[in-house]
């Protein structure tokens, strides 16, 4: 079971989920940027990953749909502003494809993968918003708990790798 860790938001549009994870980061980092596993640990449970499609290379594009326990789709796409394998993904909604603006952007996500030792990786999501308005939005619609049950998929499926 993944380890909570305390971590601080650097400022009033930011959300911040850090755990430690009992998975080597080259495996988690890999549940992240493989295509054929994202959609099995994405979305939290009852909820579903349909499809993604994931050009993991700065400037490449990313589309996942998650789908809810009712069968309703949940598209979302976004491009990756850098890529540092097994280290760090920066990703944006800001931008679909191309660098095309898409209609509403939402966050910018920051994931970093730190070696600890013992086969653990020190995983830390930091969701940038552009105003505090859709900050309390993302919290109210549950990225605390939505997010740490998918940290939870994400390392149950890392360590079978």
Known sequence: MTTVVEATPASDRELVLCRIIDAPREKVFRCWTDAALLPKWFAPLPWTTASARLDVRAGGTNAVVMQSPEGVDYPSSGVYLEVVPNQKLVFTDAFT?????????????????????????????????WSVEDRDSHEKMGFHEGWGLCTEQLEALAKTL
């Open 97 to 129: 494809s191309a660098w095309e603006p898409s209609e509403k952007p939402f966050m910018v996500g920051i994931l970093t993968f730190e070696d600890v030792g013992g086969g653990k990786t020190k995983y830390t999501a930091t969701v940038r918003h």
